[in-house]
């Protein structure tokens, strides 16, 4: 709508909280403080980006910005009225150490040799799987989610599995807490062996993917919009003094995540070294996006 005139165009946002970010429903609720950050370090005259607080606004009383900011909290204050984007916050989110500068990559052929494995969160109304891919170099790539708007019947969930996997070699399936049991048992005489995770420890289990994410070996499609949405959304619970907590705050929303804490456990632990982007030895021409 710009080329008739050659027009500019101007976006406007209030850096956002990691609370309501939590509630957003963008596939990445920091998208806008990461465009912002983007126009910042332009040098070619395309982005222009401005930073005004509440304060700079001519057409507020500065007495009554000055009485409203009496009961504001800290973060709020900060973030409504004075307009600063605290990159702290990051470090609250649980999964803070992904990066998707290396490790969003866009979607391409998975060569089918590469081993298969999936991680499963069970539930009647939301059930959730991740399937993953690991190459010859030890790099995991997620390249399905499963997440159906409404509960299906296990039976109708296996079906949906084999058709993901279809022609690969899945080689461990994983998922559900020690007292689910029962359900695993269901999959199995569906046609889905799913093992219970060998490490029981939420925490653990969290460390064990972030273990990986540090050394940027775990890569996920872009495409995987749950996925990563939940990624830039789930947060350690605060307390009282507004310190994280060991506790995943609203754990039982984050079903995709779940999925990847089991899947995680599935993997060797990392040690030493850091990926600087993923690795293949089949041939080039296997890695090419088809358009």
Request: aromatic share 10%.
């Amino acid at each position: 709508m710009l080329l008739d005139n050659n027009g500019d165009a101007t976006f406007i946002y209030t850096p956002p909280s990691l609370k309501s970010s939590g509630i957003s429903r963008a596939r990445d609720p920091r998208h806008a403080s990461k465009m912002f950050k983007m126009a910042q370090a332009d040098t070619t005259g395309r982005w222009a980006a401005f930073h005004f607080t509440s304060f700079d606004n001519p057409h507020l009383s500065q007495e009554a910005l000055a009485e409203i900011t009496l009961d504001m909290s800290r973060d709020s204050y900060l973030k409504e009225i004075m307009a600063e984007d605290d990159e702290a916050q990051a470090n609250l989110l649980v999964y803070g150490c992904f990066n998707e500068t290396i490790c969003k990559i866009p979607r391409f052929e998975l060569p089918k040799e590469w081993m298969t494995y999936s991680g499963h969160d069970f539930g009647s109304a939301n059930p959730a799987a991740l399937f993953a891919a690991q190459n010859p170099a030890g790099d995991i790539f997620l390249f399905r989610e499963y997440a159906p708007v409404v509960g299906k019947s296990t039976f109708q969930n296996v079906e949906a599995f084999k058709e993901i996997t279809a022609g690969r070699t899945v080689l461990a399936r994983v998922g559900g807490s020690h007292q689910e049991e029962e359900i695993r048992t269901a999959y199995t005489t569906q046609g889905w062996p799913i093992a219970e995770p060998f490490i029981t420890s939420v925490k653990a289990q969290i460390d064990r993917v972030k273990g990986k994410m540090e050394k940027n070996k775990i890569f996920i499609f872009s495409d995987l919009y749950q996925t990563l949405g939940e990624l830039s959304s789930c947060m350690w619970k605060l307390d009282d003094m507004g310190k994280p907590t060991n506790d995943v705050k609203d754990d039982k929303k984050w079903h995709l995540l779940a999925s990847l804490r089991y899947l995680g456990t599935l993997f060797t632990p990392e040690t030493v070294g850091t990926n600087q982007g993923y690795r293949t030895t089949t041939p080039k021409r296997r890695l090419v996006t088809r358009r």
